[in-house]
């Protein structure tokens, strides 16, 4: 297993069964049990009903107060949204703000400084516990050291590091003095790595020796050695965190320790205001072409959305709640929901660094009930999991101090939701108690270019359905259209779309921004097309489909079939490859990719296995594929394209569909006779 998204297993193959969850569409748009907030919740709500109204009157005037009330700005704006060269948006332009400020300093000021910002858990069972008043100083120490090593403003920062506070400290420590961050997911390799420290030309890296998992420890700083071995770099220094204590090799003027550089760096340093639109982070996220677009987020906008969403969706009371996001730093919820919105607003946060089941399956449980959780926001792919593992090991502990249950990442199914609610939101003691009123779930809808949620319930107002993220949040104008870019009716499906720009949005694609007008916003020219594929129901609520693209969603991973198959085409062996995401009960969809090999390779009985790890060494163990099948051909239109849409019937074990377009008909049949034998 590894980590994902959400900090939750991805179970090996032999674990997973082989059908679809399978919630037949119709039955999901005639879904009609509806869980409405109880009066008590509703009425202590942060957020009521009529902001939908206030919003609707005038979106740009509902962010701008959103934005001076969340955060605090060194420099008022005098204009709220600059759409004069969509799609290129500015948001709150001539105001200037610090984001590690907002985060920090301004706590201290205001007199929670002893408020609990991070309790953290190492796998193997070690704590730390970092006040605000503690944060705030290792922030500012990581900002002296950071400078100290020539790091400006505007430079870029590759950051390499498991789920440790070192993590939070380092975004925050770039925020603080305008460099720009990006984080490379720990799980991906060396070249992949490299590939994102060239793109950025990142002048720093900030790793960790390692990390552990299940137990044992985990090593990082040798792939950032490999990723740094070829000359042609632009990287001046690494800075290593101490962390598994396993020894690293060492390269004399380059890399520092963590402790020696910033645990020596003074405390004081005072934070200036950037500009809104001053980039604060760059995060590489695959599309349906070859190569990882680096996302560009910036400052007033994104923070301003992240800190709303994250108050209004999990009804955040920062004096009493304990708010955990199970989401790795290496994705975009663990930037917003982790790094950024939660210390904006104050909350206290629980951050953790292992795997659901180590030591045992029941850590989660036993971390919910030590720290007396009360909002807890993870992907779907671990809800699943969990189910397998069964109810009797959440029922072990005390998870009364749940009160709300968010769900991210991938679209979650009836059954999955209904589980999460009863097994986890009603658990109200060891005894098997249940509560009368289980906690609300949120059904979060977003992506790596929103920034931050886009449509979910509020759980004070909307009385949620099982699988449907419903509703957009206020300020945003989500639809659903045909083909042509018509709005559907109620009952019926389309593409979901962004008719208007939202201050989260991403800011363009690092160094192309042709490429951001062709991917986002050329399919229907003035709206923002997401990618995936949406239906409304009968009340107009929105439900998520998954991708229509070439983009797979592996327990809640965004990886690309053409990413992965340029990983194995790039092997020796490979002639050609194709690459589909199947259905899959515990991860959403699996990997599977069909290959002609070369020669020789026909005869190599471990070439399964030595493909398998090529694309791990190319990608990551994240993108390996579940399973490779080896067939004489692929079916291809006479225009050369590839029909991944029979590929995944076969992978899905169906008869294939319609193949009168190919160009040679008999293809289809000489696979099924390859994989027969
Ligand atoms: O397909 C959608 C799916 O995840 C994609 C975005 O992936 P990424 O940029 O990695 O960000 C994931 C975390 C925000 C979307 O295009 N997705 C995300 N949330 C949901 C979802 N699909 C269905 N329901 C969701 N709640």
Known sequence: MSQDNAGSPVVSAADQAQEHPGDALENLLHENRRFAPTPEFAAAAVVQAGEYDDAAADAPAFWAKQARSLLSWSKDFSQTLDWSNPPFAKWFADGELNAAYNALDRHVENGLGDRVAIYFEGEPGDTRTYTYAQLTEEVKKAANAF?????????????????????????????????????????????????????????????????????????????????????????????????????VAWTEGRDVWWDTTVGAASAEHTAVGHEAEHPLFILYTSGTTGRPKGILHTTGGYLTQAAYTHRAVFDLHPETDVYWCTADVG?????????????????????????????????????????????????????????????????????????????????????AWMWYREVIGANAGKQGQKKDHPAPIVDTWWQTETGAIMVAPLPGVTATKPGSAQVPLPGIAVDVVDEMGQPVSNGAGGYLVLREPWPSMLRGIWGDPERYKDTYWSRFE?????????????????????????????????????????????????????????????????????????????????????????????????AKPKTILVVPELPKTRSGKIMRRLLKDIAEGREAGDATTLADSTVMSQISDSLRK
């Open 147 to 247: 400078e100290a090593l020539g790091l400006a403003k505007g430079d870029r920062v590759a950051v390499y590091l498991p789920m440790i506070p070192e993590a939070v400290i380092t975004l925050l420590a770039c925020a603080r003095i305008g460099a720009v961050h990006s984080v490379v997911f720990a799980g991906f390799s060396a070249e992949a790595l490299r590939s994102r420290i060239d793109d950025a030309e990142a002048k720093l890296v900030v790793t960790a020796d390692g990390t552990y998992r299940r137990g044992k420890p985990s090593a990082l700083k040798p792939a950032v050695d490999d990723a740094l071995q070829k000359p042609g770099h632009t990287v001046e220094h690494v800075v290593v965190v101490k962390r598994n204590g396993e020894d």
């Open 331 to 415: 994705w975009v919820t663990g930037h917003t929901y982790v790094a950024y919105a939660p210390l904006i607003n104050g909350a206290t946060q629980v951050m953790y660094e292992g795997t659901p089941d180590s030591p045992h399956q029941g850590r989660w449980w036993e971390l919910v009930e030590k720290y007396k959780v009360s909002i807890l926001y993870t992907a779907p792919t671990a809800i699943r999991t969990f189910m397998k593992w069964g109810r009797d090991i959440p029922g072990q502990y005390d998870l009364s101090s749940i009160r709300v249950l968010g769900s991210v990442g991938e679209p979650i199914n009836p059954e």
């Open 526 to 622: 003035t709206m923002y097309f997401a990618g995936d594929g949406a239906k409304k129901d009968d009340d107009g609520d929105v439900w998520l489909l998954g991708r229509v693209d070439d983009v797979m969603n592996i327990s809640g991973h965004r990886l690309s079939t053409t990413e992965i198959e340029s990983a194995l085409v790039s092997h020796p062996s490979v002639a050609e490859a194709a690459v589909v995401g199947a259905a899959d009960e515990t991860t959403g969809q699996a990997v599977v990719a069909f290959v002609i090999l070369r020669g020789s390779a026909k005869d190599d009985p471990d070439i399964v296995t030595t493909l398998r790890n090529h694309v791990g060494k190319e990608i990551g163990p994240i």
